[in-house]
C-alpha cells in the first residue's frame, strides 16, 4: 500500500494528477489468475497420488502399490475417452482413478499409525488428497482446484469466451475523470472467497479514502454493484449503472464514463503481469495485484516525464537565438 500511495504522491508532485482528480472514481472487479492448469477430477487424483507416493518414498514408508504404471494408463484412457465424448468410458476410468487414489491414502493412515512424527509431515498431502477424492462436479461449497495452491477459486463472471476462471477476485479503483498524466489507479485489493460485488464496498471504500488522502465524492460502478453495502454516509454518493431515478446531467455524464475502467483492468493484465500470478499463498495473491497497480502508475509517470522532456527540448529548439553584437573599434 505505501508503495501505491507513493506513485499516487509523485503524480501530484510532478502535475501528473491534482488532488480533485481523485475525489471521484471507478470501482470494478476482475478476476487475478493464477499461475496453474485447467483443473479436472481425473487430474487432480492422479496428481494427488503422485505426491503422496513421492512422499513415501523420501520418508521411508513402503507402500503395498504404488499405482504408477497403472495409474498413468488410466488417466491416458481417461482424457481419450472424454475426447471422444464416450462419456460412459471416461468415467468408468475417472472411477477407477479414483480407487487407486483412496487405496494410497488407506495405506498410508495405516503405515503411520505408529509414527506420530510423520503424522504432522502427512497431514496436509493427506487432507487435500482426501478433499479432492470426495468433491463431486456439480455439489457447492469450497473445492481443491490446484493442489500447490488450494487458495485457488472457481470464479464466473459471466464471459461467453471463458465461463470461469481460477484464481482470486480483485477490486480496481481509478479515477473517473482522466487526469493530466493518464488515467491512475488509486486502490487495488484481493478480495478472497469471491464476495458478491456490492458487498465489497463496506472496506473498499475506507481502503480508498485511506490510501488517496482525500474524502470521496462520487463513486461510479456497473450493474453488479446493486444492492451494495457502502458505508451510510456514502451510500448517497454511490452511483450504479441501471438506475433511472433522480440522474441529474452530471450523473449521466459519469456513469457513461464507467466504461473507462476496463481498458485500465486490460493493461494491468497484459502488460503488468496481474493476468497470471506466480506468487503463492493468500499473501501472493494481494501482494502480485498490489505490485501491478504500481507498475501501472509508474509507467504513466515514466511517460509524463517523457512528454515533458519532449516539450523542453522543443521549447530550447524554437528559442530565438540572441543577434551578435558588431565589435566597437
Given at each position: 500500500?505505501?508503495?501505491?500511495?507513493?506513485?499516487?504522491?509523485?503524480?501530484?508532485?510532478?502535475?501528473?494528477?491534482?488532488?480533485?482528480?481523485?475525489?471521484?472514481?471507478?470501482?470494478?472487479?476482475?478476476?487475478?489468475?493464477?499461475?496453474?492448469?485447467?483443473?479436472?477430477?481425473?487430474?487432480?487424483?492422479?496428481?494427488?497420488?503422485?505426491?503422496?507416493?513421492?512422499?513415501?518414498?523420501?520418508?521411508?514408508?513402503?507402500?503395498?502399490?504404488?499405482?504408477?504404471?497403472?495409474?498413468k494408463f488410466a488417466l491416458i484412457k481417461?482424457?481419450?475417452?472424454?475426447?471422444?465424448?464416450?462419456?460412459?468410458?471416461?468415467?468408468?476410468?475417472?472411477?477407477?482413478?479414483?480407487?487407486?487414489?483412496?487405496?494410497?491414502?488407506?495405506?498410508?493412515?495405516?503405515?503411520?499409525?505408529?509414527?506420530?512424527?510423520?503424522?504432522?509431515?502427512?497431514?496436509?498431502?493427506?487432507?487435500?488428497?482426501?478433499?479432492?477424492?470426495?468433491?463431486?462436479?456439480?455439489?457447492?461449497?469450497?473445492?481443491?482446484?490446484?493442489?500447490?495452491a488450494p487458495e485457488v477459486e472457481c470464479?464466473?463472471?459471466?464471459?461467453?469466451?471463458?465461463?470461469?476462471?481460477?484464481?482470486?477476485?480483485?477490486?480496481?479503483?481509478?479515477?473517473?475523470?482522466?487526469?493530466?498524466?493518464?488515467?491512475?489507479?488509486?486502490?487495488?485489493?484481493?478480495?478472497?472467497?469471491?464476495?458478491?460485488d456490492g458487498h465489497t464496498l463496506a472496506?473498499?471504500?475506507?481502503?480508498?479514502?485511506?490510501?488517496?488522502?482525500?474524502?470521496?465524492?462520487?463513486?461510479?460502478?456497473?450493474?453488479?454493484?446493486?444492492?451494495?453495502?457502502?458505508?451510510?454516509?456514502?451510500?448517497?454518493?454511490?452511483?450504479?449503472?441501471?438506475?433511472?431515478?433522480?440522474?441529474?446531467?452530471?450523473?449521466?455524464?459519469?456513469?457513461?464514463?464507467?466504461?473507462?475502467?476496463?481498458?485500465?483492468?486490460?493493461?494491468?493484465?497484459?502488460?503488468?503481469?496481474?493476468?497470471?500470478?506466480?506468487?503463492?499463498?493468500?499473501?501472493?495473491?494481494?501482494?502480485?495485484?498490489?505490485?501491478?497497480?504500481?507498475?501501472?502508475?509508474?509507467?504513466?509517470?515514466?511517460?509524463?516525464?517523457?512528454?515533458?522532456?519532449?516539450?523542453?527540448?522543443?521549447?530550447?529548439?524554437?528559442?530565438?537565438?540572441?543577434?551578435?553584437?558588431?565589435?566597437?573599434?
Amino acid at each position: 500500500m505505501a508503495l501505491l500511495q507513493e506513485s499516487l504522491a509523485a503524480a501530484m508532485r510532478l502535475g501528473a494528477a491534482k488532488p480533485a482528480d481523485f475525489r471521484a472514481v471507478i470501482v470494478d472487479t476482475t478476476v487475478q489468475e493464477k499461475a496453474i492448469t485447467f483443473p479436472t477430477d481425473a487430474k487432480l487424483m492422479h496428481r494427488a497420488r503422485e505426491r503422496l507416493v513421492t512422499l513415501t518414498r523420501k520418508h521411508g514408508i513402503v507402500l503395498r502399490q504404488s499405482y504408477a504404471r497403472v495409474g498413468k494408463f488410466a488417466l491416458i484412457k481417461h482424457q481419450r475417452y472424454a475426447h471422444a465424448k464416450q462419456f460412459k468410458r471416461a468415467n468408468r476410468a475417472l472411477k477407477r482413478l479414483r480407487t487407486m487414489l483412496g487405496a494410497v491414502i488407506r495405506d498410508i493412515t495405516r503405515k503411520l499409525a505408529g509414527q506420530p512424527e510423520l503424522s504432522q509431515v502427512f497431514a496436509l498431502p493427506l487432507s487435500l488428497a482426501r478433499r479432492v477424492r470426495d468433491q463431486r462436479q456439480r455439489e457447492r461449497g469450497r473445492k481443491v482446484y490446484s493442489l500447490h495452491a488450494p487458495e485457488v477459486e472457481c470464479i464466473g463472471k459471466g464471459k461467453a469466451h471463458k465461463p470461469y476462471e481460477f484464481g482470486v477476485k480483485v477490486s480496481v479503483a481509478t479515477t473517473l475523470q482522466r487526469s493530466r498524466g493518464g488515467q491512475f489507479v488509486a486502490h487495488v485489493k484481493a478480495l478472497p472467497g469471491n464476495p458478491y460485488d456490492g458487498h465489497t464496498l463496506a472496506t473498499v471504500i475506507p481502503a480508498i479514502e485511506t490510501a488517496i488522502g482525500v474524502n470521496l465524492g462520487k463513486i461510479v460502478a456497473d450493474a453488479g454493484y446493486r444492492g451494495h453495502n457502502a458505508p451510510k454516509d456514502k451510500m448517497f454518493k454511490v452511483h450504479v449503472a441501471g438506475y433511472r431515478r433522480g440522474l441529474t446531467k452530471a450523473i449521466k455524464r459519469a456513469l457513461r464514463r464507467r466504461a473507462a475502467v476496463e481498458p485500465v483492468i486490460g493493461h494491468l493484465k497484459q502488460d503488468h503481469r496481474m493476468g497470471r500470478n506466480f506468487l503463492a499463498f493468500p499473501e501472493g495473491d494481494a501482494n502480485n495485484a498490489m505490485l501491478a497497480a504500481v507498475g501501472y502508475n509508474f509507467s504513466l509517470l515514466l511517460n509524463w516525464l517523457r512528454l515533458l522532456f519532449a516539450f523542453f527540448l522543443a521549447l530550447l529548439a524554437t528559442a530565438p537565438a540572441s543577434p551578435v553584437q558588431p565589435r566597437s573599434a
